[in-house]
């Protein structure tokens, strides 16, 4: 792929930030285009930034009309199961209408390819495994609602204009850069490798009178150590996935809409995940059920 420009819709927040620095690695020239509300990454000397939101038409409008842009990669959605259990409008609004808007305006400013972050909760609970792209879809929850509306809108749109978009769906996003130039940095933190490594920070510092912080969700699950198996993949192999996928709309112009699955191939359960950090820090974590 040669050198493009790149509008990176969410690029201040986890898996955004990453993304910007993976094209830029390359030698793409990237915009994040955020609100900041959550997302905290402010990009690198090369980085372009817009401060806007996706529920103001205008402000996706005038991002698209600021540069050409070859490509958009859109990772703006809510994400926290939980929240969106609490605040489904929210979740519907952001994700959805906002969404909306950016179909709109890239339609507005003859802008045809975007590769869409989805997610793996769009399947629900499995009714086999591995879970396949054909895997019936039932999302138990807004979060993943919201998600496969957006992958459906992208499926209509596609079918009724010149338009191509690639979804990719994942379950645990994991790790840093490896260069440590950004990291995880969500409040609340609700990724279990950051809670262990707060747990692990609290004991070597004696923090809270050396309360125990990180919580077991159930030991009783038909797993090998009784704990849940989950599916994590690492932050930057999911970048490296965006680019390919990138790579392929870029290449295949009769590309309409299409979706794949980004895994691991190899669960790990939560004592599995502990036991790795243990081994990390040195330190014999602590947690309760």
């Given at each position: ?27 793409h ?25 996706l529920?103001n ?17 859109h ?6 199961v ?12 952001n ?11 890239m ?31 039932n ?37 840093c ?74 290449d ?20 599995d ?17």
């Amino acid at each position: 792929m040669h050198k493009k420009k790149f509008l990176v819709i969410g690029g201040a927040g986890y898996i955004g930030s990453h993304m910007v620095l993976a094209l830029e690695d390359l030698g793409h020239q990237v915009t994040i285009f955020d609100n900041f509300s959550r997302g905290h990454f402010r990009g690198t000397d090369n980085t372009n930034i817009f401060e806007g939101c996706l529920l103001n038409l205008q402000d996706i409008d005038l991002c698209l009309k600021s540069q050409s842009f070859d490509m958009v990669m859109h990772f703006a959605a809510f994400a926290y199961v939980g929240e969106s259990v609490e605040k489904p409008i929210d979740y519907f609004e952001n994700n959805i209408s906002g969404t909306i808007n950016l179909l709109k305006a890239m339609k507005h400013n003859s802008l045809n390819k975007l590769v869409f972050s989805s997610t793996c909760a769009v399947y629900g609970e499995p009714a086999y495994t591995p879970i396949d792209e054909i895997h019936p879809k039932n999302p138990v929850n807004p979060y993943g609602k919201t998600k496969l509306f957006m992958e459906e809108l992208l499926c209509d749109f596609s079918a009724s204009n010149d338009f191509q978009s690639i979804s990719l769906r994942y379950f645990n996003a994991a790790g840093c850069d490896s260069k440590n130039r950004t990291g995880e940095c969500h409040e609340p933190e609700t990724h279990l490798i950051p809670l262990i490594l707060k747990q692990a920070y609290q004991q070597i510092h004696n923090k809270n009178n050396n309360t125990v912080s990180l919580k077991i969700f159930g030991d009783n699950f038909s797993t090998p150590d009784g704990t849940c198996v989950r599916d994590y993949i690492h932050v930057e192999d999911i970048c490296k996935a965006h680019i390919l996928a990138a790579t392929r709309l870029l290449d295949n112009p009769s590309v309409k809409a299409e979706c794949y699955n980004l895994a691991n191939d190899k669960g790990f359960s939560v004592l599995d995940v502990i036991k790795a950090c243990s081994k990390v820090t040195n330190i014999d974590i602590n947690y309760f059920v």
